[in-house]
């Protein structure tokens, strides 16, 4: 599967933005679909997940109830609205997929293995 991430762009403190995440291939429906992002000198972190088939949604706390993931299988597309956005959500956002990833494995990076290319979200205070 080819993933495509886009949406990011600048906002202001305070702000809202909604990213997508468009596959391509099939099958689309047994992939766990994640969020991560790396903000410029830190590693990468985990921000979200949807799991495959029930859409069980998993969340890093530092967006817990701000951001919120969702999935339309009908259009391959995985969306993450990001509200209440802060300068230190300023990061490049990638989405990744695996294949009926397991629920202990989630907010590990290396068990994807497909992966978009990034998208820059810039948060200005």
């Known amino acids: 599967v080819q993933l ?11 702000g809202s933005r909604r990213l997508s ?23 990468r972190e ?8 029930v859409g069980t949604t998993y969340y890093g706390d530092s967006v817990k109830g701000r951001f919120t993931i969702s999935r339309d299988n009908a259009k391959n597309t995985v969306y993450l609205q990001m509200n209440s956005l802060q300068p230190e959500d300023t990061a490049v ?12 494995h989630y907010r590990a990076e290396r068990y994807y293995n497909f992966w978009g290319q990034g ?4 948060v200005s205070s």
């Open 21 to 43: 995440c468009s596959a391509s291939g099939r099958a689309f429906n047994s992939y766990t679909v994640a969020w991560f992002r790396q903000a410029p000198g830190k590693e």
């Open 4 to 14: 495509q991430a886009f949406g990011g762009g600048l906002v202001q403190a305070g």
């Open 46 to 53: 985990f921000v979200s997940a949807i799991k495959y088939g």
């Open 119 to 122: 998208t820059l979200v810039t």
């Open 93 to 104: 956002y990638y989405c990744a997929a695996a294949s009926f990833l397991h629920d202990h």
